[in-house]
């Protein structure tokens, strides 16, 4: 049935004949006989509870592994200092990287504090305050992603939510440093999305980067939050499914049993794709750089026209 | 991302029933079909201002006949072979038979009061005007279309946010357009959107709010988290105007509110006065291009169709 499937899609439509019924009837059935597409719905669904395991190293975990000193730099200069978001100046082989990334807290008091890792409009001004620091100074940005999604809230929208991601993307594409997002967590939509517009995304193993999350999806689609599994599955956010799709750069392997069971391992895994990642990147030319990162969001997306498909 | 924001849009096929009668959803006047839509489907009453489809926004805008639609061709793929209740090639294949559209923006050239422009439309009623992999493709034609022709390019913005269906491709769309947001900046090529009701989740947070000036209806939602998911975040029930147009022009989030029926004219008058500074920047380029044989080029062309607008109507608002 997967085979006629892959036949029928390789058609061109023709008008008059109604392939993409025979084809959403197969897809139907396939899904009828458990399955659906590639990959099941438990292995995505544990997938989501790994890449948000309480254990998991995070961002200030991350820095203090990886880096000898790291200067934390604080506020957006307008309003506030968002904890959500943290950054500042890592010491780096003997040179200066600048460090931007979400951050969740461990108990109960420093979750609170840190707003389980929702951003407000202030931290993304911070990072783009920093990212525009960096940028005066010659000095690469790596941006590590582990966010629920940008913060919901009344205060947040009036002072710009989706004003404050807008800029931040917009900041990203414009700058002339070499840029290195990992996924390390949880990659969640937009909130995750404004630190990601880089030279390079990669992925931890375990983490996952979705348009939304997977019980948010069941809430609308299903009817049912509680449907959240097969969403997992549907929305295809592990990263291989993504690695699949083409739409990031690459996936680190983690230390056996998860990032959660070995920090140390995962921050060497971090710091050794971030220096293989620096060191192609800075034999560019800073334009040619930006153009080849223009270039590489503009190609996303898959489409048909004159019934063709193109990726 | 995606939003579920209850918008009405009982006019399915698009356009309105002759003869007929609609109630207005804010102050329930009984109102006449015929005289609603020739008040561009505005509330004689109270002013509400109906959700209109992309068509009849671009018969609004558009001079008789300017319209000229372009990457009409594109349609949407299922690269997640995406399957919830139903598959998503069906959600697609209604929304393309009660719109007659075939997908959530249209894109094309056109004239305001005889000044070039290209239009790029969204359409709530195409699966909650969300964005995916054509939609971000033909605000990307848009851009580089307004970009080699030096025509202004104006969105108007009406989405729930990405599209759940195309999974993460959706999301990247936001990189996207922002992306074809920046080759308008380094033209430069004014841009300007308008934000009507409702422009939510990841529109919201990439192109719409990147314009270099922000217009919005009365009344519209602006918000980047649709209302029920922040009720439910802080458990309150939010006021009458959240992320109401009105409210985030209070804030400082959007420039203007402009009414249906002057939008016409504030854009010409705002793109006209962003041009005029274009045409200054790029008057020594004109005058090399045009050298000693004073050949007439794009420049000469661009100063051309701004001395063009001196006659346009100015009305205060």
Request: one cysteine or more; aromatic letters at 6%; hydrophobic letters at 40%.
């Amino acid at each position: 049935m997967r085979k006629r499937l892959s036949e029928l899609s390789r058609l061109p439509t023709l008008p008059g004949v109604h392939l993409r019924d025979e084809a959403s009837k197969i897809k139907r059935r396939l899904h009828e006989l458990g399955g659906g597409g590639r990959g099941d719905s438990s292995a995505a669904w544990e997938k989501v509870k790994l890449a948000r395991h309480a254990d998991r190293p995070y961002t200030l975990d991350y820095i203090g592994l990886m880096f000898p000193g790291f200067i934390e730099l604080r506020g957006d200069r307008c309003f506030a200092n968002d904890p959500a978001i943290v950054g500042g100046l890592a010491a780096y082989q003997g040179r200066t990287l600048m460090v931007i990334g979400h951050q969740k807290g461990r108990d109960l008091a420093s979750r609170t504090q840190r707003n389980f890792g929702m951003p407000r409009p202030e931290g993304y001004r911070k990072a783009q305050r920093l990212m525009a620091l960096a940028d005066k100074f010659g000095i690469p940005i790596l941006t590590l992603i582990d966010t629920p999604g940008a913060f919901p809230g009344i205060a947040a929208e009036e002072r710009g939510q989706g004003g404050a991601i807008a800029s931040t993307l917009m900041r990203m594409t414009r700058l002339r440093v070499p840029t290195v997002a990992i996924i390390i967590g949880e990659g969640g939509s937009g909130g995750a999305l404004a630190l990601a517009l880089a030279d390079r995304v990669l992925m931890l193993e375990n983490s996952v980067y979705s348009v939304i999350t997977p019980e948010a999806c069941a809430a609308i689609l299903w009817r049912d939050a509680k449907e959240a599994r097969p969403a997992a599955r549907a929305l295809k956010m592990t990263s291989a499914d993504l690695e699949e799709l083409e739409v990031i750069d690459g996936v680190l392997p983690e230390p056996r049993g998860g990032a959660h069971r070995d920090h140390e391992g995962a921050a060497r895994i971090v710091k050794e794709a971030l220096e293989e990642n620096l060191r192609e990147l800075e034999m560019i030319h800073p334009q040619a750089r930006r153009q080849e990162r223009l270039e590489k969001f503009r190609r996303i997306g898959v489409w048909r026209e004159n019934g063709l498909t193109l990726f | 991302m995606a939003q579920q924001v209850s918008v009405d849009i009982s006019r399915r096929g698009g356009g309105h029933d002759p003869g007929s009668a609609e109630s207005c959803p804010k102050c329930s006047q009984l109102l006449d079909s015929d005289e609603l839509a020739a008040n561009l489907m505005v509330c004689s009453h109270c002013g509400h201002h109906f959700p209109i489809t992309s068509r009849e926004r671009i018969g609004q805008l558009a001079d008789e006949g300017s319209w000229t639609e372009m990457a009409a061709n594109l349609r949407s793929a299922d690269p997640l072979e995406f399957y919830d209740l139903r598959p998503y090639v069906e959600r697609i294949e209604e929304a393309e038979y009660d719109t007659g559209l075939s997908e959530a923006m249209l894109v094309g050239t056109a004239r305001l009061h005889k000044m070039d422009v290209v239009l790029a439309v969204m359409d709530f009623r195409f699966m909650a005007g969300s964005m995916g992999s054509v939609v971000g493709e033909k605000f990307w034609r848009a851009a580089e279309r307004a970009v080699e022709t030096r025509f202004p390019l104006v969105a108007v913005c009406a989405s729930g946010g990405a599209r759940m269906q195309e999974g993460l491709l959706s999301l990247l769309q936001m990189a996207k357009t922002t992306c074809a947001v920046e080759m308008l900046s380094q033209a430069p090529v004014p841009f300007v959107t308008v934000l009507t009701h409702p422009t939510t989740g990841g529109v919201l947070a990439s192109y719409a709010t990147l314009a270099d000036v922000i217009m919005a209806e009365p009344g519209s939602l602006i918000s980047f988290s649709g209302p029920r998911v922040i009720e439910q975040t802080i458990k309150e029930k939010l006021p009458e105007d959240f992320g109401r147009a009105e409210s985030n022009l209070n804030h400082g989030q959007i420039d203007m509110i402009v009414e249906r029926a002057e939008l016409k004219n504030r854009l010409v008058q705002v793109l006209g006065m962003l041009e005029g500074g274009v045409a200054c920047a790029l008057q020594p380029l004109w005058e090399e291009e045009a050298g000693p044989a004073g050949r007439r080029g794009a420049f000469a062309q661009t100063l051309e169709r701004i001395k063009s607008f001196a006659h346009t109507p100015w009305r205060s608002s």
